[in-house]
């Protein structure tokens, strides 16, 4: 028993339509109540109509150190983006 | 000033017990969220503060609504205000579980779902009454009141099935404010409210039982002994109406708790704030 | 590349330090400090408004100090939030708090004498809280700079609903303008000092600016208030309680008297019976609350075993 409840990462659905973006923190006992104290803490203003929680010590996080070679790689594949692709001015739209 | 200006969608006949009965609930609103208030700063984790001032704000704000409609059918043209700050302890109709002193957080906690039982089933029933501004009213506190009571029932159980100390102290607090819950079984003298239809159901008390015995089963904590036999139904205590909150009758807590709310707003008559 | 230059060429390029970067031990440690103390502070802070809810003088005034108090503690719990990022946990710096080893912002040693003590507290110290924290939403340590932005968006209310507490004072009775201006009187030198010591004597300002942790220095953000404040006070035809105060045409800007740092001192030192009143409520809230946060967790254990 430490004496203090463990932390919960809390992720907001601001409204319909759109993604859960992670809001920050709450300590709680247990997930019902990690529920409760983010919604009283997070959605004051109506900031969210749906809520996750998820244990903090379960996220799976990149190490910094390895942002070089986790994300540098894509930086030279600029074919993936359309402005690559120069096209005759009658489909430049597209 | 002349007589009430009354509603003119308001039955003459019932004007003076819905008026009560309007007061009755903004009074039990009023008195719990001033007990609330008390709390803030000093609840056992900061979520908790948290949770607690927003309890508090849903009850003022149902206190206000229920008061600015009393002012509306009494036709004397009161304001909210005048409801909460210038009736003496004896005007006050709350039941006495909620002027009960704060005590600690298993007290409060176990007078708070008590309460929420209670209020659930209230507003539930009240969003079909008649009365049209109070079925409006019912739809919105029900909502709020179904998260308060999430709350306050999620916490008997933690206290009740936790440690052995909180397991103790969730019981203490059971048996010491068990008899203030007689008030919940039923409200006197509405009788007329009830056959025309703003207060549509009498059997708020049964079902407040009903979500009592089952909550304090899944928290392994034990109704009180019956104390009386007169009624005794509905609730352990049996319902003693000669010293219903409903009708007036308060323990000495009321006061001190209407003085501190009272003190500042009646030491500037007339001023705005 | 080192971590050191990784960490000077995010500073340099102005972008974000984040929770798992590399950081010298200095700038975190300066951060732990800064920004639980700024936590510790608003869950202080809460205690001289918190006393007056009970006695608000109308159910709409007890509503907004009840959510004002409310997001206060919300705001604790974003920047202890924003603490923990930083390898430190929320029950640890409580203890610190409750021992006196971090302190809390001093303003909250003065008491809340009256109710326009409420309206100056909201007005006077959370504007000059707006004046300092508006930089900090561009610190360089991205969890406390997002934290700062959402503290922000819910502080200007704060600021409007003290302001409108003063101004209806000052357009009531007699007793109630006394009563404003005595508030008035009360927090003013309080609230400009707490932009803390002037530069010339402020040790960290140079490192902290370098760091991207502070944007402006202290005298800087003190001017900005006291110009923005004039004009407020002006409009609600109270005295401001300094001779000294005046424009100053050739800096276009106002002048102002000199604060007593000695008082400053001594409420930074936390000397007094109103400091060990506050850590009182504080650490006994904490400590009558120590079987509820046991029940919870050796609850959630049974269950969670069971499952």
């Known amino acids: ?94 | 000033m002349t007589g009430p200006d009354l509603l003119p969608s308001l039955q003459p006949s019932l004007q003076p017990s819905l008026l009560t009965h309007l007061l009755r609930q903004g009074d039990r609103a009023l008195v719990l969220a001033q007990r609330l208030g008390q709390v803030i700063t000093h609840a056992p984790e900061l979520e908790e503060d948290m949770a607690i001032a927003n309890i508090s704000l849903d009850l003022i704000g149902q206190a206000r609504h229920l008061y600015t409609y009393a002012g509306e059918v009494e036709g004397l043209g009161h304001d909210e205000n005048h409801f909460a700050y210038w009736r003496s302890a004896e005007e006050f109709l709350n039941p006495q579980l909620v002027e009960q002193p704060n005590g600690d957080f298993a007290v409060t906690i176990v007078r708070q779902f008590f309460h929420d039982a209670y209020a659930l089933h209230y507003w539930e029933s009240m969003e079909a009454s008649s009365d049209a501004t109070l079925a409006a009213l019912a739809a919105r506190a029900r909502k709020e009141t179904a998260f308060h009571l999430r709350h306050s029932q999620g916490w008997v159980v933690r206290l009740g099935d936790g440690t052995d100390e909180s397991h103790r102290r969730a019981q203490l607090a059971i048996d010491s404010l068990w008899r203030f819950t007689s008030d919940l079984a039923s409200i006197p003298d509405e009788t007329e409210l009830h056959d025309s239809g703003v207060v549509p159901d009498s059997e708020v008390g049964e079902r407040w039982r009903d979500t009592v015995v089952a909550a304090l089963a899944d928290a392994t904590l034990d109704i009180p002994a019956s104390t009386s036999t007169s009624t005794g139904t509905s609730t352990g205590a049996g319902t003693d109406m000669a010293s219903s909150g409903w009708q007036g009758h308060h323990s000495s807590h009321l006061g001190p708790l209407l003085e501190e709310l009272q003190a500042l707003t009646r030491a500037h008559p007339g001023a705005e704030w | 590349m080192e971590a050191q230059d990784r960490f000077d060429a995010i500073i340099a390029a102005d972008e974000r330090i984040e929770a798992d970067d590399w950081m010298p031990d200095d700038y975190r440690s300066t951060l732990i400090r800064q920004v639980a103390q700024h936590a510790h502070s608003e869950i202080i802070g809460m205690q001289p408004e918190g006393e007056w809810i009970p006695r608000a003088p109308s159910l709409r005034r007890k509503a907004i100090l009840t959510a004002k108090v409310q997001d206060e503690a919300g705001h604790g719990l974003y920047l202890y939030g924003a603490t923990e990022t930083l390898g430190v946990e929320r029950a640890d710096l409580l203890d610190l708090l409750h021992s006196r080893k971090q302190k809390y912002s001093s303003i909250f040693n003065y008491p809340a004498l009256t109710w326009a003590d409420v309206g100056a507290i909201g007005w006077l110290v959370d504007g000059a809280a707006i004046t300092n924290q508006v930089p900090l939403c561009r610190c360089s340590y991205g969890p406390y700079g997002r934290a700062m932005v959402r503290v922000c968006k819910e502080e200007s209310f704060h600021q409007r609903q003290g302001f409108q507490i003063m101004l209806t004072l000052a357009e009531g009775t007699d007793e109630q303008k006394a009563m404003a201006q005595g508030a008035l009187d009360r927090w003013w030198w309080p609230s400009i000092m707490m932009f803390g010591p002037p530069d010339t004597e402020s040790v960290h300002n140079a490192r902290n600016m370098a760091w991207g942790i502070k944007r402006y220095t202290n005298d800087e953000l003190r001017q900005n208030f006291v110009d923005m404040t004039i004009p407020q006070a002006e409009l609600l035809g109270l005295t401001m309680p300094d001779p000294d105060l005046r424009w100053n045409e050739e800096r276009g800007h106002y002048d102002y008297g000199e604060p007593d740092w000695e008082e400053f001192m001594q409420m930074v030192r936390g000397e007094g019976e109103m400091p060990a009143q506050r850590i009182r409520v504080r650490k006994s809230a904490h400590d009558d609350g120590a079987w509820v946060r046991e029940a919870a967790e050796a609850y959630a254990q049974k269950h969670e075993a069971a499952a």
Do not use: C, N
């Open chain 1, 1 to 94: 028993m430490t004496g203090s409840w463990p932390m919960w990462e809390v992720f907001v659905r601001a409204r319909r339509g759109v993604d859960h973006v992670h809001f920050g923190s709450v300590h709680a006992a247990d997930g019902e109540s990690a529920l409760q104290a983010a919604r009283d803490l997070f959605t004051r203003r109506q900031e969210g109509v749906s809520i996750w929680v998820v244990r903090s010590s379960d996220v799976v996080a990149s190490d910094p150190d390895d942002e070089a070679e986790l994300f540098e790689p894509a930086a030279d594949k600029d074919y993936r983006f359309p402005t690559h692709y120069e096209l005759p001015a009658e489909v430049d739209h597209m």
